[in-house]
């Protein structure tokens, strides 16, 4: 007989997080559904399996990346491209931290060019997490710093051009593989610099996002800003914090099988 392992407190408030996300946001008229990248992603889909095969055979959903193209195919459900379906009804993904205008950092998991492109092309964008992310400046709980996808050819380049920003990084540098010798590629076959910024900068990350965006070689920066209409966040006691796009905070109850 099989024994079911209990979750960690983080991936309860993950779970959680998810389910009540997915609850509220993924309904029966929604057939384009974005699926993000992250450790909380595969409890976003085990939500979506259980909303039943009915519900869920008329419905496309599109990826962020490997890891959520597999999750997609592996649960059965039908996995579409951005080329057919520019337009979708929904995306949902995690976030590596998120402050209370509901700004994000996201690219720890390097795939936020095209996270950012199903976000963007989404009616509604919805952020889940655990309660480490829920942060009141961004940089604060999130070490790495922001990540900038940027062209190989430019990477250098690049490292010498973001100093001399009128706020500049405290530090910046090239991400390199673990397992592996060399820098880590992105799906999109790029490479990825994490810059850390201060708190005086980050408390503007609109201003940091055009002023990275400007810089000649980068491609994409994992700064999403005004983009997401709802995040969730798990906690330690079993409730789940939302905030919402207006200023919006409440805490709820997650639902009973959650």
Do not use: W
């Not at 952020?127 to 942060?135: C, E």
């Not at 009141?136 to 790495?144: D, E, R, S, T």
């Amino acid at each position: 007989m099989a024994t079911t392992i209990p979750l960690t407190a983080i991936e309860g408030a993950k779970r959680l997080a998810a389910f009540t996300a997915v609850d509220r946001h993924i309904l029966s008229q929604h057939k384009v559904i974005g699926i993000g990248s992250g450790s909380t992603v595969p409890y976003v889909v085990d939500r979506i399996v259980s909303q039943g095969l009915s519900v869920n055979k008329d419905r496309v959903f599109l990826a962020t990346g490997f890891q959520s193209q597999q999750l997609i195919v592996n649960a059965g459900l039908r996995l579409g491209d951005i080329d057919q379906f520019p337009v979708l009804d929904v995306t949902i993904d995690g976030a590596d931290e998120v402050d209370p205008d509901l700004n994000c950092i996201k690219g720890g998991g390097a795939c936020h060019l095209r996270e950012k492109v199903l976000a963007e092309g989404a009616k509604t964008f919805i952020v889940v997490a655990d309660y480490r992310k829920n942060s009141q400046v961004l940089g604060a709980n999130y070490a790495p710093g922001v990540p900038i996808e940027v062209a190989p050819f430019a990477a250098t380049s690049l490292l010498r051009s973001i100093k001399t920003l009128k706020t500049p990084p405290l530090n910046a540098n090239l991400r390199m593989g673990t397992g592996k010798a060399g820098p880590v590629v992105t799906d999109n076959g790029n490479f990825v610099v994490d810059a850390v910024f201060g708190p005086e900068a980050m408390s503007d990350p609109v201003r940091v996002l055009h002023a990275v965006k400007l810089l000649t070689g980068v491609v994409e920066v994992g700064l999403f800003c005004n983009v997401a209409k709802a995040a969730y966040f798990g906690n330690q006691d079993g409730s789940v914090t939302v905030k919402l796009a207006d200023g919006q905070v409440s805490q709820i109850e997650a639902s009973s099988d959650a």
